[in-house]
């Protein structure tokens, strides 16, 4: 069946697979793709498009590969869809200057760099009555001379991850967990040598495993109205060096009274388009704590589709077809997982052990990156090896932390 529509995703990871699939599932369309590097989720699929661009993240190669798609496709809607933080905002920035054809379900640049700037971000959250981690906002001149009102250990992270991204190092991570003061003062000094020019966040390390984290993600339609929130009970989560914090496994559960917040927040800024938030929950006062907003599907947002909420459908119903959308709070149990079952089990605690297995006996569990519509070989082999990989990457990482 042909459409009135043509995804165009940008990056090559599992959130652009993620998203395709979505997309060829609910109307069999296959979507293009612009990535880095010819490696990847998405590289090789027979469900992407997939076009292999070394200067991507450039404002002025990024505007060209629009117009190239909305050339190809001069008679569709073409879907401008960031998959990672520095393809929003260059959606943001640029959309305005999209041939007219094109459509980036984004707020402003402006509001963007607002949002995804974790020491204004967590301004808002003061203001919207929002918790967060006890944070602290470091600034290069301050060197060693600063006091913190809370005790080791510490979370460390740059306050603006795509400028961090630019000033590569050994040994940077994406969080750092500082055991003292000494490896703190340590880790702020390779920062700023690598020529990080930004703020960096020192926030209170909340105690508890990978199974008091949950991933929030929502959708608002073209008015600024949230339709559609569905929260994801975080199991486990990748502890390699890069991926810290990128989840392996999720189990969906219901909403909590905590997203009335949340809600209230996204439509009082006026937010349009996909949001996804971490969240811990702390132990010590009984309240989520909220890390950080995601102005886009999270590269988790399967567990979403897979739940039976097909993420391309809420776009393409706002934002093509026009439609009134429902305000939905998704309920559905699903298990979404990325890691060998060995692995899920091996280092999930053992609480939840008898509900994974219930799900997984009743098929309500899903594969984000192996689909039975996409049975290109090297793709499905490389992903076999990727899974694999998870006993080495858990085995040398998870318990040298533990």
């Known amino acids: 069946m042909e459409h009135n529509f043509q995804p165009l995703l940008f990056g090559g990871d599992i959130n652009v697979y993620s998203v395709a699939r979505a997309f060829h599932e609910a109307y069999g369309v296959r979507s293009v793709c612009y990535g880095k590097f010819a490696s990847g989720p998405a590289y090789g699929s027979t469900i992407i498009d997939y076009r292999v ?42 959309k305005d200057q999209f041939p007219e054809n094109c459509l980036a379900a984004t707020v402003s640049g ?39 009102p809370f005790q080791p250990p510490y979370i460390c992270k740059p306050a603006n991850g795509v400028a961090y991204w630019e000033h590569p190092f050994p040994g940077n991570e994406k969080v750092f967990i500082c055991r003292d003061r000494q490896h703190l003062e340590s880790v702020l000094d390779k920062v700023y040598a690598s020529g990080y020019p930004d703020s960096m966040i ?36 990748e502890h390699t060096p890069h991926g810290s914090g990128n989840h392996a496994v999720i189990l969906n559960e219901p909403c909590g009274d905590f997203v009335e917040k949340i809600q ?17 929950y702390d132990q010590r006062d009984g309240k989520y704590k909220f890390f950080e907003i995601n102005c886009r599907q999270g ?77 290109a070989l090297m793709r499905t082999l490389r992903m076999e090896k990727n899974l694999l990989g998870h006993f080495q990457k858990f085995k040398t990482y998870y318990e040298r932390k533990a």
Request: aromatic share 12%.
């Open 202 to 237: 020192i926030q209170d390390f909340i105690p508890g495993d990978d199974s008091y984290m949950r991933v929030l993600t929502n959708y608002s339609d073209r008015n600024g109205k949230v339709k559609f929130m569905c929260l994801g009970h975080v199991l486990l989560e």
């Open 264 to 280: 209230a927040f996204l439509e009082d800024i006026g937010y349009v388009g996909f949001s996804n938030f971490d969240i811990k």
């Open 110 to 148: 402006e509001l963007i760099n607002t949002l995804i700037h974790k020491e204004k971000f967590y301004a808002l959250c003061d203001r919207y009555g929002i918790d967060h981690p006890d944070t602290f906002i470091y600034r290069q001149e301050m060197g060693h001379d600063f006091t913190l």
């Open 299 to 375: 590269r988790s947002n399967y567990y979403v589709t897979g739940a039976g909420y097909n993420l391309a459908r809420l776009l393409v119903e706002d934002r093509v077809e026009g439609k009134d959308l429902p305000f939905v709070l998704a309920d559905k149990p699903s298990l979404w997982r990325v890691v060998p079952r060995k692995v899920a089990f091996r280092y999930i605690v053992s609480e939840y052990h008898p509900r994974m297995r219930a799900l997984m006996r009743q098929g309500k569990e899903v594969r984000p990156l192996f689909y039975d519509q996409d049975k």
């Open 53 to 94: 661009c070394p200067d991507n993240e450039d404002a002025a190669a990024f505007r060209k590969n629009v117009a190239q798609v909305a050339g190809e496709f001069p008679d569709k809607t073409v879907l401008v869809i960031g998959c990672g933080d520095s393809y929003v905002k260059l959606a943001a920035e640029n």
